[in-house]
């Protein structure tokens, strides 16, 4: 079955909204991490985030191990907050990282 | 911070050339791998490398895939005779030991076959 799960698949966004972004995964993966794809496809580490919750500037996660969910907030977005975010965890039987579909953000200035 | 480069960002290439990609995990990382995005699609495991020998790959990474550590900071994919359907996103991304679970991803190098 899927093993990570992402909605929405996209939003749109007027610059300054709040959003937030989940990720759903199954019971064989853990050690969540979120990433941004600009529009010039480079991926972007934005967070490790097995567990708990962790800020950084106006992006913030927190993961739910044990509800197997995790969710990336963005406050007062702008537009270079636009691409695609990904999240991907590990798969337990090796080390390999399991990416969702990612979520399409497009902030409107 | 240390971070992981890739070399180059965008290669054009045509259909059956040799390309190589280059990646520069962080220092002290033990574990490496490559990762592909294909246009519009998830990013997929390619292989995992470890100790100078390939630990997994998938069932992407057939025989005109290869990949080596020549020495000791770069880390290299080798696609020997390209196709049309190589054209993607290559990223390389490596961990730190045995014990941590963070990837730390380059930014990738868009690879154009024609």
């Known amino acids: 079955g899927i093993q990570v799960e992402q909605s929405p698949p996209d939003l749109i966004l007027q610059e300054g909204a709040n959003s937030t972004l989940r990720c759903n995964f199954s019971?064989?993966?853990?050690?969540l991490q979120w990433f941004h794809q600009n529009p010039w496809g480079q991926l972007i580490n934005l967070f490790y985030i097995p567990s708990g919750t962790k800020q950084n500037g106006r992006l913030s996660a927190t993961t739910v191990a044990t509800e197997r969910y995790s969710l990336l907030y963005i406050s007062s977005s702008q537009t270079t907050d636009s691409g695609v975010y990904f999240c991907a965890g590990v798969l337990l039987w090796d080390y390999k990282l399991s990416f969702g579909a990612g979520t399409t953000v497009t902030v409107r200035a | 911070e240390p971070e992981v480069t890739q070399t180059p960002s965008h290669q054009v290439t045509q259909m059956g050339q040799e390309v190589i990609l280059r990646c520069v995990p962080i220092?002290?990382?033990?574990?490496f791998y490559w990762y592909r995005q294909i246009l519009g699609q998830k990013v997929e495991f390619l292989v995992s490398?470890?100790?100078?020998?390939?630990?997994?790959k998938s069932e992407i990474f057939d025989d005109q895939f290869s990949v080596e550590r020549p020495d000791g900071s770069n880390f290299t994919l080798k696609i020997r005779s390209t196709k049309l359907e190589d054209s993607a996103m290559y990223f390389c991304?490596?961990?730190?030991?045995?014990?941590?679970?963070?990837?730390?991803f380059g930014p990738g190098t868009r690879l154009t076959v024609t």
């Open positions: 490398f470890y100790n100078n020998e390939i630990s997994e």
């Open positions: 220092s002290n990382h033990l574990y």
């Open positions: 991304a490596s961990r730190r030991d045995r014990d941590t679970y963070e990837q730390y």
């Open positions: 019971d064989s993966v853990n050690n």
